[in-house]
């Protein structure tokens, strides 16, 4: 078939059908009715004994003119006109072609179709009568004008291109196809599913995605901001400039009693006392030759930028610039100055600020009040410092004790303003006669601490913190870490030891002092934090019925009695029987009273 080309007739259609048709002219009889209704939509193959070949070798050709596929069958020479002549055929509307012997296109062999004949292009017409008129009650069939009659005889002849032709008698095999046909939808739909579930992952993938840009653009942004700020913040300007370069700290603070001449081998207190004492020359002078020495002497109460006091803080300046120069410039030596805090700049500030920190203690030693307020605010600082110290232990523990118990609340009453007062002394003669045998009894160290406990804690309370101390301790030791509950930490071994085998015996390093010397102070919190009422004593909920205390941690009542003797330690069981002890008397005073 040559595409772009219209219908055209089978090579082997007779020309003169439409006289063959009717019998009036071949016999001289009138033509009878016919009995066939004729369908246009039947084609010529589905008569009975229609005498036409199956199969058209020029037709059936492809573009090379080859054939698509093997012939199932081949009319006999001659058996298109025995069949023509047993049989009725419909007309076309075509020209007649006479050929010699005056015999039609019949038997003749087909011509390749050109494309130039007139005749090619002519579509097929419903029947005919003799005058060319078309037949009563036939309808113009579809125009196939736009189609080429190659496939139209395909559709025909039942032939399918790139396969043999089939014998039209052959049944089809139904079942076989509904399983092909089934398998497909089967594969199509799993193929459907398993798109779905890829589209879904993408999503929750894209979401992952677009979640964690978020994330690392807010972190992206904090870091510029802060690298902004940085950037921006003088590293003059800041008083406290000192405590960003700590490592300068040590470097710097022996040459304010070096060049003052005051020993460096006593204590810290001392130190810093004998400096405080340094007064200014009386002619001015920023320092004087004793000996072979130069012995500077600042005006501590004077400003920082007086004449004197510059001259001092350039002279510290310079001493710690050039040793640490020196070092850099040996190569057998190692610097002890970092390199972002060997500046000019920064070694002065720091200066400046310890000068500032000494003239402020000095100025608190001229006025007696302002010194009694400057002590009391120091050793208050350094009570919380160790109350804390052993509150941080004691939460740890109890965050332990409450997720294993499930007793809720056991986290809520650690306090640092609810813990017991670590308080230290000068000397032996600091202390009372009990106070002194309290210690000797404990064999603690010289000058070890006492503490000193608070009336409205009751005993349950105080046996559930001393219980967590013990746990803290023993958790450290299964760890190998330090004991931060004690003050003095010198008995437990390094830490780079093996860790024993064998119980270690757990020892107090600090002393109580007798329940009658517990502080009357009322229990504040800089938290706001209120009690709860199992942790105050019966006798001082009596005595503060105005007072508000929380509701919970009912099981905290009884603490005491439920944990049993041996499980404290011995210095700690004694101390809770004194104090149980002491609050029964108490109780049985008051009752007396009333």
Not at 339 to 347: F, G, P
Not at 436 to 461: H, Q
Request: aromatic content about 8%; proline content about 6%; hydrophobic content about 30%.
């Amino acid at each position: 078939m040559y595409p772009g080309h219209g219908q055209r007739q089978p090579s082997r259609a007779p020309n003169d059908l439409q006289n063959q048709f009717n019998p009036a002219i071949h016999h001289g009889t009138e033509p009878e009715p016919y009995s066939n209704q004729f369908n246009p939509g039947d084609s010529s193959l589905s008569l009975p004994n229609h005498g036409l070949p199956r199969h058209d070798d020029f037709f059936s050709a492809g573009m090379g003119g080859q054939q698509d596929g093997p012939v199932t069958q081949t009319p006999a020479p001659g058996s298109f006109q025995r069949h023509l002549q047993d049989a009725p055929l419909y007309p076309y509307r075509a020209a007649v072609t006479p050929h010699a012997g005056g015999t039609s296109h019949l038997g003749q062999t087909p011509t390749p179709f050109t494309g130039s004949q007139p005749s090619s292009r002519g579509q097929s017409v419903g029947p005919v009568t003799q005058h060319g008129t078309p037949l009563d009650g036939y309808t113009q069939p579809q125009n196939y004008g736009n189609q080429s009659f190659y496939s139209m005889h395909q559709r025909q002849m039942g032939h399918h291109s790139g396969t043999p032709h089939n014998n039209l008698d052959t049944p089809v095999d139904h079942s076989s196809l509904n399983s092909t046909v089934a398998r497909l939808v089967s594969e199509v739909q799993n193929l459907k599913d398993v798109t779905q579930n890829l589209l879904f992952s993408n999503n929750e993938l894209q979401q992952s995605n677009d979640s964690l840009k978020a994330r690392i653009q807010v972190n992206e942004e904090a870091v510029e901001e802060i690298l902004k700020t940085n950037s921006n913040r003088k590293k003059v300007g800041n008083r406290n400039v000192s405590n960003s370069h700590a490592a300068l700290k040590p470097i710097i603070h022996p040459y304010f009693f070096e060049l003052c001449d005051i020993d460096p081998c006593l204590s810290k207190s001392k130190r810093i006392k004998l400096l405080g004492a340094v007064k200014p020359l009386g002619n001015g002078e920023p320092h004087e030759a004793v000996s072979t020495k130069i012995v500077w002497h600042p005006n501590w109460l004077g400003n920082v930028d007086d004449d004197v006091n510059a001259l001092y803080i350039k002279e510290i300046v310079n001493l710690v610039w050039e040793n640490e120069k020196a070092r850099r410039e040996n190569p057998n030596a190692k610097h002890e100055i970092a390199n972002e805090d060997y500046d000019l700049t920064i070694i002065t500030e720091c200066v400046k600020t310890y000068f500032r920190n000494i003239h402020k203690q000095a100025s608190d030693q001229v006025n007696d009040d302002k010194a009694a307020k400057a002590l009391e605010r120091k050793d208050r600082l350094r009570q919380r410092s160790r109350r804390q110290a052993i509150t941080k232990s004691r939460r740890q523990a109890a965050l332990i004790y409450e997720t294993q118990s499930g007793n809720k609340g056991a986290v809520a009453m650690i306090d640092t303003d609810f813990a017991s007062d670590i308080l230290s002394y000068d000397s032996e003669g600091d202390l009372s006669a009990d106070t002194l045998s309290r210690w000797e009894r404990a064999k603690l160290a010289k000058l070890a601490f006492y503490v000193e406990g608070s009336k409205w804690r009751s005993v349950d309370y105080v046996a559930f913190l001393r219980w967590l101390s013990l746990r803290n301790m023993q958790k450290n030791e299964e760890h190998n870490e330090p004991d931060t509950d004690a003050a003095d930490d010198t008995t437990r071994p390094p830490a780079n030891k093996r860790r024993r085998t064998n119980a270690q015996k757990h020892r107090k390093k600090v002393f109580d002092l007798a329940p009658a010397k517990m502080n009357d102070n009322k229990p504040k919190s800089h938290k706001k934090n209120i009690p709860f009422k199992s942790m105050v004593s019966a006798v001082w909920a009596r005595d503060h019925a105005d007072d508000t205390f929380l509701d919970g941690t009912e099981w905290l009542t009884g603490f005491y009695k439920n944990i049993g003797q041996g499980v404290l330690i011995k210095e700690d069981e004694e101390y809770l029987g004194e104090l149980q002890k002491w609050h029964d008397e108490e109780m049985d005073a008051d009752e007396m009273a009333v």
